[in-house]
């Protein structure tokens, strides 16, 4: 085709595009006309983007912390775009499921290699002095982090271990939500009452989190892994990438974290609490929480040894990954 043309039949295409919209194309060209070209900068907002890191105290580690988080939110975000079109695809092809999972595990592994940038990044006394400024929040209140499991599993699969047991909890989907893993973590064992951490985060997240968990009722990844025609419940190369998504999620993520937990807070003579004020040594372990996403993708020894090695080695003081983050 001539440039003549193919201009022609351009202009023939924007004008069947914007015949309905109540303005004639001539105003949209002159539009285009006028238009400011596309920068950079202003595509990516990234003006607005490097304005957010704002600390509260003058130690410099803490830009380190808050860069970190914001980071680790952002791919938080890719891995629930990516679940989001999983969960909403009504086409059932196999290559769509495995491609979309193949990225959230590329995101889990990049976090999962770069959480030395917590881990030995900041000083531990600054550290212990900006976190102070924080309290009461902590990572906890990620609710992203959340989502990234509403989206995953049922919530029958995130209830607090000791209720995993196959048995019905009575009452419908806020009776199971309140029986959430994380909730328990925040609550006063004895006195039953609930973190300030706790209180302010499902104050500010419940609506959203009961939302989600009704529109994904049945939906969820897991369930359209069990709902595949069986021949590709069996297909070797999806059972796989679940597998990772699992380990990348609710292993490796967690004991990366977990290391930082370690570095900062664990000494030998005396107990540091926590910002979000959890028994954290009992709350962070992947193998006490037990939290699974794909749960029939595993034997039972499997499920029982559940993040349980590494664990080991870290809680063993004389293990090297022990001696790294100390
Ligand atoms: C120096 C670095 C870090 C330390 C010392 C740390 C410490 C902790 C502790 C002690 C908890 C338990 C809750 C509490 O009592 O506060 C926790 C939970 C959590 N933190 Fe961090 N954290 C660090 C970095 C991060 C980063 C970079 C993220 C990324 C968003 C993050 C996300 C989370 C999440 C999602 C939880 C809840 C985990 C769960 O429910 O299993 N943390 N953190």
């Known amino acids: 085709m001539k440039k003549a043309e193919r201009i022609r039949s351009q202009i023939d295409r924007l004008e069947e595009k914007y015949k309905d919209s109540g303005q004639d194309l001539g105003s949209y ?8 070209y596309l920068t ?8 607005t983007l490097l304005s957010l890191q704002v600390p509260r105290t003058h130690y410099p580690d803490e830009e380190v912390f808050i860069m970190y988080h914001q980071i680790t939110e952002l791919h938080f975000k890719l891995i629930i775009h990516e679940q989001r079109q999983l969960v909403e695809d009504r086409s059932g092809n196999l290559d769509f499921f495995i491609e979309r999972l193949r990225r959230i595990n590329s995101y889990f592994q990049a976090l999962i290699g770069s959480f030395g940038i917590m881990i030995k990044g900041m000083e531990r006394e600054q550290f212990m ?19 990234i499991e509403l989206y995953a599993t049922s919530l029958e699969n995130l209830l607090h271990p000791t209720l995993r047991n196959g048995q019905p909890v009575p009452g419908g989907l806020e009776e199971l939500y309140e029986q959430i893993y994380w909730k328990k973590g925040a609550t006063d064992r004895i006195t039953g009452e609930k973190t300030l951490t706790l209180k302010q985060f499902e104050q500010r997240y419940t609506p959203r989190f009961l939302r989600i968990a009704t529109e994904v009722r049945e939906r969820t990844i897991y369930d359209k892994y069990l709902k595949l025609p069986e021949r590709e419940r069996h297909n070797e190369l999806l059972i796989k990438t679940l597998r990772e998504l699992d380990l990348n999620a609710n292993v490796n993520w967690p004991l990366m974290h977990m290391g930082s937990a370690y570095r900062y807070l664990h000494r030998e003579d005396k107990v540091v609490e926590s910002t979000g004020g959890t028994n954290w040594k009992e709350f962070l372990p992947p193998s006490f929480q037990k939290v699974i996403f794909f749960p029939t993708l595993y034997s039972q020894e499997e499920t029982e040894q559940w993040g349980k ?3 080991d080695h870290i809680l063993n003081p004389t293990s090297v990954e022990y001696k790294e983050y100390s």
């Open 309 to 311: 090695q590494w664990v």
């Open 129 to 147: 002095r900006y976190r102070m400024a924080l309290l009461p929040s902590s990572g906890f209140q990620s609710a992203q982090y959340r989502m």
């Open 29 to 36: 060209l002159d539009g285009l006309l006028y238009q400011r």
């Open 40 to 47: 950079y900068w202003d595509y990516i907002h990234l003006d």
